[in-house]
């Protein structure tokens, strides 16, 4: 059974800095994709960042040059976020994605404030 576990949220200023970490766990075989969502009230999800395990990245350009996405070989994924803004505040989801089948984590909030 897959389990997808976040942690690293909170509460922080404009400006300031936060890093998600995930793992991801329950299949012999690694992840190929593996990345961040996020939803605010009203909205829906959108992805953050995304990374296969070769290597390749996706960011959102709302995100891109402040968020850097990264993972390692234990099917860890992590969200270094660098100045945070208030439109950056959500719940952020870790999925990973295996044969067409998304998993995702419980989610952890992120509040930035002004």
């Known amino acids: 059974q897959v389990r997808v576990v976040e942690s690293g949220g909170g509460l922080v200023q404009a400006g300031g800095s936060l890093r998600l970490s995930c793992t991801a766990s329950?299949?012999?075989?690694?992840?190929?994709?593996m990345g961040w969502y996020r939803q605010s009230p009203g909205k829906e999800r959108e992805l953050v960042a995304q990374m296969t395990r070769a290597g390749h990245t996706n960011y959102a350009e709302s995100v891109e040059g402040r968020f850097t996405i990264s993972r390692d070989v234990r099917d860890g994924v992590y969200l270094q976020m660098n100045n945070l803004k208030p439109d950056d505040t959500a719940v952020y989801y870790c999925n990973a994605k295996y044969a067409s089948v998304n998993y995702w984590g419980q989610g952890t909030q992120v509040t930035v404030s002004s």
């Open positions: 329950g299949r012999v075989n690694s992840f190929p994709v």
